[in-house]
């Protein structure tokens, strides 16, 4: 029954390349996912998804939700402010834009630290803040801004979140399972992700990972949200062992063989292959005189977001439809502004499809008129 399906090499921040065993993984019989066989594949995925991130199960916990990685951003910030408390975020690129977007569709209140979107943020405005705003509950910061590829010090924010007394929950959605994270050492209480990103399985299936007594103490916190609200989901999961509303049955399978898969590679094995195809990504980019958008020191180096070069005959669709009829995706960026496109090393990729890719690529600008090395104005 298993026939070849044919793999492409997806450049683009997620869902990103997956194996054929994570993709075989989804043809299951028919199950309800209301019976123990099923249920009973949760639990242990749970803790697996806090060990990736070297939780204490026992001190975090992971909860799971039906939907792609926004439904996290969403069930967090609604889910986790007390009564009389106010929100910080620091905005510096467009996943965390859409924390304030979340925050203002709920008429919560937040504080905005705005940054720039293309360095690395500043400590001293962010401590400022939590000093004039002594009732921050939460303060709330991207882990790895995807539209730009610019890394957040979280660490250094998470540390500040602590010492003004506000827990700190991050967006790690294109971090997880990619950069080694530590919970502890990294400061943080929250953060979340993806299966389509780090496991390199399926979209569908998105978790919430984060402290059990801040979970618990939520309890009392405002209700936002019916379907998003992370106590009444994690209770459920503690009572039943299931999910509160129908699961994504076959993305879980396909992200338990991912997480099968994660911990077979192993977190140093897996980041220094993102790595290398990063390592590739930059190679073609410098052969072929491409300009990046960030300074490399502070990207993370998972995303580029490479320059559109300024030659009138460049066209990213032409260059796009090209490369992807030969097997190969690439992605606008989401810098306002600046017209970007981004070169990805998420996925189930190595060096030799970056090779390839910059063959196609390359092919690509001699088939428009784009001479190479590129061309820049500035
Ligand atoms: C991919 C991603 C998300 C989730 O986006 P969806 O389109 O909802 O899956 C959230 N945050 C970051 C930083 C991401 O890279």
């Known amino acids: 029954m298993q026939e070849n399906v044919k793999r492409n090499v997806l450049l683009n921040p997620g869902p990103s390349t997956t194996t054929d065993s994570v993709k075989y993984a989804q043809v299951v019989p028919d199950i309800c996912p209301r019976e123990k066989k099923f249920a009973s594949i949760m639990a242990p995925m749970r803790d697996d998804l806090v060990r990736i991130v070297h939780g204490d199960p026992k001190e975090y916990t992971a909860v799971l939700f039906c939907g792609s990685g926004t439904i996290c951003i969403d069930v967090v910030l609604n889910s986790l402010l007390a009564e009389g408390k106010k929100a910080l975020v620091v905005n510096n690129g467009s996943y965390s834009k859409r924390a304030c977007d979340v925050l203002t569709a ?107 007594d801040i979970v618990e103490a939520s309890k009392d916190f405002p209700v936002r949200s019916y379907y998003c609200n992370l106590y009444l989901q994690y209770e459920y999961f503690e009572t039943t062992g299931e999910m509160h509303f129908t699961p994504p049955v076959q993305t879980i399978y396909a992200a338990r063989q991912g997480i099968k898969e994660y911990f077979e590679e192993g977190e140093a094995a897996k980041w220094a292959r993102h790595q290398r195809v990063m390592a590739a990504i930059r190679q073609g980019i410098d052969r072929l005189g491409l300009k990046e958008a960030l300074k490399r020191e502070v990207q993370s180096g998972l995303v580029a977001a490479v320059r559109y070069p300024d030659d009138p005959a460049w066209d990213f669709e032409k260059v796009h439809d090209y490369c992807y009829e030969r097997g190969f995706t690439i992605y606008p960026g989401k810098m306002q502004g600046a017209g970007t496109f981004r070169l990805c090393a998420l996925g189930a990729l190595d060096e030799e499809d970056i090779v390839a890719f910059w063959e196609v690529f390359e092919q690509a600008l001699a088939a428009i008129g784009v001479s190479t090395p590129v061309t820049y104005t500035e």
């Open 106 to 212: 709920y008429h919560m209140p937040f504080v905005e630290v705005k940054q720039p979107v293309d360095t690395t943020p500043d400590l001293d405005v962010i401590e400022t803040a939590l000093k004039d705003n002594p009732d921050v509950g939460y303060v709330y910061m991207t882990f790895h801004e995807t539209g730009s590829g610019l890394l957040n010090p979280v660490r250094e924010v998470g540390a500040l979140a602590h010492k003004y007394g506000a827990f700190f929950i991050t967006d790690s959605t294109s971090a997880y399972a990619m950069i080694p994270i530590n919970v502890y050492e990294d400061n943080i209480d929250f953060c979340m992700a993806s299966a389509q990103k780090g496991i390199q399985a399926m979209t569908g299936l998105s978790y919430v990972i984060g402290r059990r």
